[in-house]
């Protein structure tokens, strides 16, 4: 697997907030590679820098310094019309699933659908159907979120985020609103359906009962990446 081009490529990456006097060093000399078709699972202590990486990485912000490399492509110093185009190849899942309430389960699918892809309303919809089918929503395809349990919502989000198979696809805490059940249920869908179409995950997580699904874990503690290694968790 290492003999492939990585998915995310990160050297030596620095990050700050605040400006003058308040600037404060919030990432430190992170280096790390992710290879396409890995689940990786990034874990650390609440304020440990796991959401700012992961938006770094999400091209919802600039790199400040440093290198980080998307695709091959290197995104320090690229303007936002890039770094809209490099969103339009991740797929996002984020605790608060983001659907929009006025929107059916298949419209919301859908619509990320015609957002990103020149393909007829007919043939979006078969796809946002397909996908909705694959995360065990078929009966719940016309229902509005607000009518769905959480899980359920999550289900949408994954559909969401996988329906145009994004080489990459990053969560932030999916189970964290879930019951045991039900976050268990997200994650192997997420699990299968990323191994079926070769997508590479980054998933953030407090969630140490889903850490089996991970190909490899790392973690975050103060900003500085201390643990980059092969799950040794028996995988069931
Ligand atoms: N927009 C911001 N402006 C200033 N400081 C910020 C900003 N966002 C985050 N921080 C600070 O940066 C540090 C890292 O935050 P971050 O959200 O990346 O951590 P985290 O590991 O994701 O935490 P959690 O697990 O609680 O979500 C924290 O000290 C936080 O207070």
Redesign the pocket.
């Known amino acids: 697997m290492n003999k492939q081009e990585p998915v995310i490529a990160i050297k030596n990456l620095n990050h700050y907030?605040?400006k003058g006097a308040l600037r404060?060093q919030?990432l430190f000399d992170i280096n790390l590679e992710i290879y396409p078709g890995e689940i990786v699972i990034m874990t650390?202590?609440?304020?440990?820098?796991?959401?700012?990486?992961l938006s770094l990485i999400g091209g919802l912000r600039s790199v400040q310094e440093g290198s980080l490399k998307f695709l091959g492509e290197e995104v320090f110093g690229v303007n936002q019309n890039k770094l809209v185009q490099m969103r339009r190849n991740i797929g996002y899942i984020f605790q608060a699933h983001n659907l929009l309430g006025f929107l059916t389960a298949k419209q919301n699918v859908q619509m990320a659908v015609e957002l990103s892809d020149r393909i007829s309303q007919a043939e979006a919809m078969a796809k946002s159907e397909m996908m909705l089918r694959a995360v065990g929503l078929e009966e719940r395809i016309n229902y509005y979120p607000d009518n769905l349990s959480g899980g359920q919502k999550q289900r949408i989000a994954i559909a969401r985020a996988l329906v145009n198979r994004p080489p990459l696809v990053l969560a932030d805490e999916p189970t964290a609103a879930l019951d045991k059940q039900s976050g268990r249920d997200v994650v192997e869908i997420m699990q299968s359906l990323a191994k079926n179409q070769g997508t590479t995950i980054l998933l953030?997580t407090?969630d140490n009962r889903i850490l089996d699904i991970a190909d490899r874990i790392i973690q975050?503690e103060d900003?500085l990446l201390t643990r980059n290694s092969s799950n040794t968790v028996i995988q069931s």
């Open positions: 907030y605040g404060k919030i650390g202590p609440s304020g440990s820098g796991k959401t700012t990486l953030v407090h975050m900003g």
